[in-house]
């Protein structure tokens, strides 16, 4: 079963810190892989997306690093606000089937002022 | 644009009744998918539909039943409710198809408790 490993699951980062977040992939047919944010009582939002054809994209303060070989794709938050207290998914769409996303575990992050 | 809009937000059902979970949405997307989400689980998908009157299982149908006769609306029904079924419910929209780069968008989501 394809799978998408999420790590950590909780994570706690100071004001202007750099937070991480880890996702591993297990099959190659994955061609997408978008980050969705959802806040408290909210539905998720796609926040940022790369494909595997470029090893880097940046928006803004967040940016996904991508390593086709080892098969993972992390998400950092440079310059980390108490506004990006939320959890965060990754995800990885199946080919040529309606769309459909595999998702992460999801990681809460707790931005202190 | 109200995007995906869900109905209830909140519900409280007892084992064995049933309900339906209402979702629409207005950005005319084919592709529909509901979702629950637990937990440290992430979100898994239960049923979806790439257009009116198609539907297929996802990774966790057991327990649920959808339909889909408009583009709009996508209901998910819970037929004897179960505690294993407590959990919040997201329904989804996106232009998907071929090209697997388009958003999902959701909506706030039903959360479900049944004691």
């Known amino acids: 079963q394809q799978q998408v490993k999420q790590s950590p699951q909780s994570l706690i980062v100071q004001k202007g810190g750099i937070s991480i977040i880890n996702c591993a992939y297990e099959n190659t047919a994955f061609d997408y892989f978008p980050w969705y944010q959802q806040f408290p009582g909210k539905g998720p939002a796609l926040l940022i997306a790369i494909r595997p054809d470029v090893s880097e994209k940046k928006e803004g303060r967040f940016t996904i690093s991508f390593n086709k070989s080892a098969k993972q794709f992390s998400l950092h938050i440079m310059d980390s606000q108490p506004g990006d207290s939320a959890t965060y998914f990754c995800a990885a769409p199946l080919y040529n089937q309606g769309g459909k996303l595999i998702f992460g575990q999801g990681t809460e992050l707790s931005v202190k002022p | 644009n109200a995007g995906v809009t869900q109905t209830p937000k909140f519900r409280i059902l007892k084992i064995g009744q049933s309900m339906t979970l209402q979702c629409t949405q207005d950005?005319?997307?084919?592709?529909m998918y509901w979702y629950r989400q637990d937990p440290g689980m992430g979100l898994k998908l239960i049923y979806y539909?790439?257009?009116?009157?198609?539907?297929d299982k996802g990774e966790v149908p057991n327990g649920y039943n959808v339909s889909r006769s408009t583009t709009e609306d996508f209901p998910l029904r819970l037929e004897l409710a179960a505690p294993s079924q407590t959990s919040v419910y997201f329904c989804?929209?996106?232009?998907?198809?071929?090209?697997?780069?388009?958003?999902?968008?959701f909506g706030d989501g039903t959360r479900l408790s049944i004691l």
């Open positions: 950005m005319n997307h084919n592709y």
């Open positions: 539909s790439v257009g009116a009157g198609i539907t």
């Open positions: 989804a929209s996106s232009q998907a198809g071929i090209y697997s780069n388009q958003p999902q968008h």
